[in-house]
């Protein structure tokens, strides 16, 4: 079956501008995170969804971050008035049914971004 | 505060020998997850290995094992018989609780770059 996409795969974009990144999960799965891995570091958390409760948003960043996810399927990551430090992996991964004990989350193929 | 530790920035093996990744954690949850990533050159993330805190057996998977010692806080990775497409970076994680309820989200260490050598 279908992974979970990403797009763009790579994302060049000027200081100040906004950008948008794309995560379609894996259908069926309730939950979906994002984490942003920079250049030879680990990932990062950003912000978790399950279901239809309230995101947690305690990785964001800086107020600049946001995400949402409609319908409780596709999922949109904006970065407004982007800086350099910005630039990094986006990851997006999705899992079935958290608490569950163990919960296995599916990676996408991240989007490279890079902010001149 | 919660945090993987991964002191190991590049490690090399030879070809079908086997080869241990160090990975410690910190957590004052008694619940808690332990997974084991490997990341090619490609970048994506595959999942190998995972272990929970109150699992009585060290994991397997294959070539993989994890080497799991509760009360030194370590989750090393094992893997036997290293082939050359073995290369790649490797990330250990841990998710705190394993119950409903829990935010899931994963914190990684910093990764340990393996090199197999013919």
């Known amino acids: 079956g279908a992974g979970v996409s990403q797009s763009p795969s790579n994302k060049v974009t000027e200081k100040g501008k906004d950008v948008e990144l794309r995560c379609d999960p894996i259908?069926?799965?309730?939950?979906l995170y994002w984490y942003r891995q920079s250049l030879g570091q680990g990932l990062e958390f950003l912000i978790y969804f399950q279901g239809n409760s309230a995101p947690d948003k305690s990785g964001l960043p800086s107020d600049r971050f946001s995400a949402e996810r409609t319908g409780g399927s596709v999922s949109t990551l904006t970065i407004q008035r982007t800086q350099q430090e910005d630039s990094a992996v986006y990851l997006c991964?999705?899992?079935?049914?958290?608490?569950?004990?163990?919960?296995?989350?599916?990676f996408g193929p991240g989007t490279r971004l890079t902010v001149t | 505060a919660q945090k993987i530790t991964q002191t190991q920035p590049g490690m090399f093996v030879q070809e079908k020998e086997a080869v241990t990744l160090d990975c410690t954690y910190d957590?004052?949850?008694?619940?808690?997850?332990l997974f084991w990533y490997k990341q090619p050159s490609s970048g994506e993330m595959i999942f190998l290995i995972y272990q929970g805190s109150y699992d009585q057996q060290n994991a397997t998977e294959g070539r993989y094992s994890l080497n799991f010692q509760k009360a030194r806080k370590s989750a090393n990775l094992v893997i036997s018989a290293s082939q050359l497409g073995d290369s790649a970076m490797y990330f250990c994680a841990m998710r705190e609780g394993q119950g409903g309820g829990a935010t899931n989200k994963l914190i990684f260490g910093t990764g340990t770059l393996l090199a197999v050598q013919p």
């Open positions: 259908s069926g799965h309730t939950a």
């Open positions: 957590t004052s949850d008694p619940s808690y997850g």
């Open positions: 991964a999705s899992s079935p049914s958290p608490g569950t004990g163990f919960d296995e989350q599916y």
